[in-house]
């Protein structure tokens, strides 16, 4: 089993930044891949980005590309998701997502059922 845990959701002005946090426990193998997905009411969840743990490597949405920074600390089991530049339309509850496999090393899934883990959410508020 995985657990998950988010933290750092806020609100802030347009333009500004936060960093979410998902500190992440249990099996390791069934969490090398590990995303951050979002979900504004009335609207489906989306994919935001995307880390394979043993590669380092990551894959971003075309909303946030060279706005959001994934990243990971291996020692603290915590994935980041460093949020610049932020704007009204970000608004959403952010979750932190974990699943196995080495599909997100070899391109962007952003499919909620190749994701077996999740966390409770964090909500992100920006205001114009």
């Known amino acids: 089993q995985v657990q998950l845990v988010e933290s750092g959701g806020g609100s802030v002005q347009a333009g500004g930044s936060l960093r979410l946090s998902c500190a992440a426990a249990g099996s390791r193998y069934r969490r090398n891949c590990m995303a951050w997905f979002r979900q504004a009411p009335g609207k489906q969840r989306e994919g935001v980005a995307t880390?394979?743990?043993?590669?380092?490597?990551?894959y971003y949405s075309d909303p946030v590309k060279g706005r959001f920074t994934i990243s990971q600390d291996n020692a603290k089991n915590t994935v980041y998701l460093q949020m610049n530049s932020l704007k009204p339309e970000d608004t959403a509850m952010y979750y932190c997502?974990?699943?196995?496999?080495?599909?997100?090393?070899?391109?962007?899934?952003?499919?909620?059922?190749?994701?077996?883990?999740w966390g409770q959410g964090t909500q992100v508020t920006v205001s114009s």
């Open positions: 997502a974990a699943g196995s496999g080495t599909y997100c090393a070899l391109s962007a899934i952003f499919v909620v059922d190749y994701f077996a883990y």
């Open positions: 880390i394979y743990i043993d590669g380092d490597v990551t």
